[in-house]
């Protein structure tokens, strides 16, 4: 089993309370830091942790994150990668499973966080305690626990571990909250209580997510990278099943991790019920002759360019013919205006303009999507049934 240990109290807890479980029942643990060298100190951190795992007869690997971004949300970027790097890590070391240390005290200041943006179910409700990403189990096996109970230990076992001065700095959000909710427990929201909210939460989550299911494949179906929902179904749909449907359609096509944010959401949704056409994280949003249609944004493939073979844009692979001199790009409205029966195909303009195409410079080869195989093939290399599947797991 992989541990996620930064040498912060909660991680440090975890090894050692992972190692006291498992020391006798023949469980291997290999321990990772992410080192994501934004500040002074980080290596030396890093180095701490090493140097614990050493004690305790464990394997430890330091990740470094060398591909930081120049601009945008520098937090979600370090998270996307931490959990990028950790993922990684363990499918190199055959590592089914990785424990985090996420704790109540995580639980309640994300419940708070989010009840600041009027999220809904999905952003109020717990953490969940198991998720899959990039084929890898990511467990959390301390939410019922708190920050305190967990230094509490670790000072009984006379364990050391390190404050991130960054937990001081209430230009972050998190930190703040953290601040303010020393004064809401004399009112009785404490820790263990709003995590007890999030966890119920939880549970109408799981609710909610099984009747999306059950709309999905009741209303919907995936045709060449786009997601089909009949409009008639949708518009009969409760408004909280019909935003989950349309959030998780967005995320499959549009390939992002965490969902847009509810306010654009419920524009989408507006658009999807009453017709008409919205962009919105990568995908675009239009309705046809009662069919509500969930494609990729052609400007977000505009620039993606492989050889025949490869993958395309994380979702595609176009094989079949003579690769030399050939490139793989998006259809487009140039492309698409080279193939006079694409109407045949029944798939609107603006879903076939995002598929990929086999291009020599300026030329089109080849839009298997459009009925213009040419001998080639465009195959989808995500399976429709995990969509489906998705709508189940967080």
Known sequence: MGVAVSGGGDSMALLHLLHDCFADVGVTLCVATVDHGLRAGSHDEAMMVAAE????????????????????????????????????WARINDLSVIALGHTADDQAETLLMRLGRASGVSGLSAMPRMRAMDGVSLMRPLLDVTRDQLRAYLRKKQVAWVDDPSNEDTRFERIRIRQAMASLAPIGLTVERLAAVAQNLGAAREALDWYTFLAAREMLEIRDGAIVIDQREFRTLPDEIAHRLLVRAVQWVGGAVYPPRRDPMMQAQRTARQGGSFTLAGCRILTRVQKVWICREVKRVADEVVEPGATWDGRWRIYGGDIHGHQVRALGS???????????????????????AVWQNHHLVAAPSAGFAQGWIAEEVRNGEEFFAALLSH
């Open 334 to 356: 140039v492309g698409l205006a080279q193939v006079p029966d694409w109407r045949s195909t029944g798939l609107p303009g603006p879903v076939l303009e995002a598929t990929p």
């Open 53 to 88: 795992a050493a004690k305790l007869g464990l394997s430890h690997d330091v990740l470094e994150w060398r591909d930081r971004p120049e601009g945008g949300n520098l937090q979600d970027e370090a998270r996307n990668a931490r959990y990028g790097l950790l993922t990684n």
